[in-house]
């Protein structure tokens, strides 16, 4: 059992930098990929970001490209999602996922636990 909690959300202005955290429970932080995802008002959710548990292998979307980084601390059990140049369309919910799945990106279904997500809003 894996608990997640987001946090580092907030309202910030077009341009400007957000970084988001996930903090996990338990000792077997380390033995989980993990990914970030975004949902916004009145669209399906989006996979944002993924990492797998050594670090080695990393996925963004393309409209994530070049602007977002994803990194996992797993002495701290911890999985950051730092965002700059933020633009209005990456206003959404953000949550972190925790996969089993091993050496390779789990795809949005092999996600076994969810936190409850953050808000990020980006105003033009």
């Known amino acids: 059992q894996v608990q997640l909690e987001e946090s580092g959300g907030g309202l910030v202005q077009a341009g400007e930098s957000l970084r988001l955290a996930c903090a996990a429970s338990?000792?077997?932080?380390?033995?989980?990929?993990m990914g970030w995802f975004r949902q916004a008002p009145g669209k399906e959710r989006e996979s944002v970001a993924g990492?797998?548990?050594?670090?080695?292998?990393?996925y963004y979307a393309d409209s994530v490209k070049g602007r977002f980084t994803i990194s996992r601390d797993n002495a701290k059990n911890t999985v950051y999602l730092q965002m700059n140049n933020l633009k209005p369309e990456d206003t959404a919910v953000y949550s972190c996922?925790?996969?089993?799945?091993?050496?390779?990106?789990?795809?949005?279904?092999?996600?076994?636990?969810w936190g409850q997500g953050t808000q990020v809003t980006v105003s033009s």
């Open positions: 338990g000792r077997t932080f380390s033995s989980y990929a």
């Open positions: 996922a925790a996969s089993a799945r091993l050496s390779t990106i789990p795809r949005a279904y092999e996600y076994n636990y």
């Open positions: 990492i797998t548990q050594n670090s080695l292998r990393t």
